[in-house]
């Protein structure tokens, strides 16, 4: 018992006898340090002098260098640091040293590291995990003191399977099961609906029981303020589906900026393209494919940039860009080709294939003209019931109406498309007032096998025919046969005879 001083000392085994005992012994390769009484706390204690708080308090591990050393040295340091009056666990470097990561393990089968503090963890730097468990399903992750990531909104009932990310997204969910909601606002006002995806700035922000809905891009299918209720709607672009007017819309795919922007109650439409069928509102069952493609009206297929883009008619069928571009009320027109029926405004029932066919001018229109090859019918302006085949058919037709051209060549007037297009007649109710005309220096008959051909002639009191004998080599006629101001009667004997200047 008393006092050792000694510059230095060498001992296995150094108890020192205080209030209990302490035995420092070596182990292997480590210091011991062991407390010789039973059921008594064992802590180290460090501090300074005065314990004022103004000198470091530190205990450093050295793995490379020593505490006396002025080389390069690597450690670990936790304690006081006085300068920022913290307490810090970090590793070190002095000189060409580096600094080394510092890694917290638990062993297997152990409780996961837990980390208790008064309701907050600062952190700098970027955080990595390979598995990262909040069980705070509300407020699982805030930024600045908002709620940023939860699975359960503050009202949630029995909502489950959601992921909400973003400032207030589906904040009001209440009972709304397998949503998913990333975003500012996203999902704002859901309660009650199930399986949707919000992702944007305030996308689906106003429903509240709907369904079914995917809604990706700034404000898209956000719908009017008055809990819409529009079920399995697709809109994905900035302001698309309805973004602010969507009330019981249904089944609606709306894919581009503003594509579908002013739905209400309109259902399955197909809206492909920016600002595509940006102007429908109740509107049902249309298909616009390209940017700005169609305006309005029911049952229509508008594909092309900007075909039919002012349209509000009905059951149109249109593909081409600019193709009915001028068309306003016009319904049940079949188009397709750039240009095509560019100018036509109220014509109906018209079915024209071809680059700038019925090109037409503006403000005019027409109907019931089919046109089949391009610039068929190019400058057509009223002209209506044609029947134009072939590339430059009825080019230079306008205001004519019930004509059949079959041609392929510009002919440079309507004139002279009477008398040099191939073919070349008009329609008429009346049989009688009809005409054809063949513009061909030969005409051809061909049956095709070795037999007799036939040219009928019916009229409502007497017919006639000409026939081709085949095998006898003549024609046979089937009545008398007029010259000039004579009557000729070929007979049918055996050697056919002919009687001259016979009165009629």
């Given amino acids: 018992v008393g006092t050792l001083t000694a510059v230095s000392a060498t001992f296995d085994i150094l108890t020192l006898d205080l209030t209990q005992d302490y035995i420092f012994s070596d182990r292997l390769t480590a210091l011991a340090i062991q407390s010789r009484t039973a059921a008594t706390p064992f802590n180290i204690e460090l501090s300074s002098l005065d314990g004022d708080g103004t000198d470091n308090v530190l205990l450093n591990f050295y793995a490379i260098g020593t505490p006396a050393g002025l080389g390069n040295a690597e450690f670990l340091r936790m304690g006081y640091k006085a300068s920022g009056t913290t307490f810090d666990i970090h590793t070190g470097q002095l000189l ?20 208790n503090t008064d309701n907050s963890i600062d952190m700098s730097g970027v955080l990595t995990a390979v598995t990262f468990n ?12 908002t ?27 209440t009972e709304g099961i397998q949503n998913l909601f990333v975003g500012e606002n996203a999902g704002l006002e859901n309660t009650t609906g199930l399986a949707n995806v919000y992702v944007g700035f305030e996308a689906g922000k106003n429903h509240t029981t709907s369904s079914g809905n995917t809604f ?10 008055t809990s819409p209720t529009g079920w399995f709607n697709v809109g994905i672009g900035n302001l698309s589906c309805g973004h602010g007017q969507l009330t019981t819309g249904a089944d609606n795919l709306c894919l581009g900026n503003s594509a579908g922007a002013n739905l209400t109650s309109g259902s399955r439409n197909v809206l492909i393209g920016s ?31 900007d075909a039919g883009t002012i349209n509000t008619g009905n059951n149109n069928v249109v593909v081409g860009s600019f193709a009915c571009q001028g068309q306003t009320t016009g319904d049940e027109n079949c188009v397709f080709g750039k240009d095509a029926s560019f100018f036509n405004q109220t014509g109906i029932n018209n079915a024209i294939f071809g680059h700038d066919a019925f090109r037409g001018a503006t403000t005019n229109s027409f109907s019931n003209n089919v046109g089949v090859g391009s610039e068929s019918g190019h400058h057509v302006t009223t002209g209506s019931s044609n029947v134009f085949l072939g590339k ?3 080019h230079n037709q306008t205001t004519n109406s019930n004509l059949l051209i079959i041609d392929n060549q510009d002919r440079s007037s309507a004139a002279n498309e009477a008398i040099q297009s191939l073919i070349y007649g008009t329609f008429n109710a009346t049989v009688a007032s009809q005409i054809l005309a063949i513009n061909a220096g030969t005409v051809t008959l061909n049956a095709g096998v070795d037999t007799d051909m036939v040219l009928n002639f019916t009229g409502t009191t007497n017919s006639g025919a000409i026939t081709w004998m ?25 050697t056919p005879t002919a009687i001259a200047n016979h009165a009629a």
Avoid: C, M, W
Avoid at 134 to 145: C, H, S, V
Avoid at 147 to 170: I, M, R
Avoid at 277 to 301: C, D, F, M
């Fill in 216 to 225: 990706i891009g700034r404000r898209a299918g956000a719908g009017v303020n």
């Fill in 96 to 115: 060409t040293g580096t600094v080394r990561p510092l890694r917290i393990y638990t062993g297997a089968n152990t409780t996961q590291l837990v980390l």
């Fill in 134 to 145: 909040a069980t705070d399903e509300i407020n699982a992750l805030q930024i600045d003191g």
């Fill in 275 to 305: 600002r595509s069928g940006e102007n429908l509102t109740v509107q049902t069952e249309n298909v616009y494919i390209g940017h700005e493609a169609g305006l309005s009206g029911t049952q229509n297929v508008f594909v092309g940039k």
């Fill in 470 to 494: 085949e095998d006898e080599d003549y024609f046979k006629f089937g009545d008398d046969v007029l010259l000039d101001t004579g009557v000729i009667y070929l007979k049918e004997t055996t």
């Fill in 147 to 173: 709620t940023q990531f939860a699975t359960k909104s503050p009202a949630d009932v029995s909502g489950a399977d959601n992921l909400f990310v973003g400032e207030n997204a589906g904040v009001a969910n």
């Fill in 392 to 394: 430059d058919s009825g």
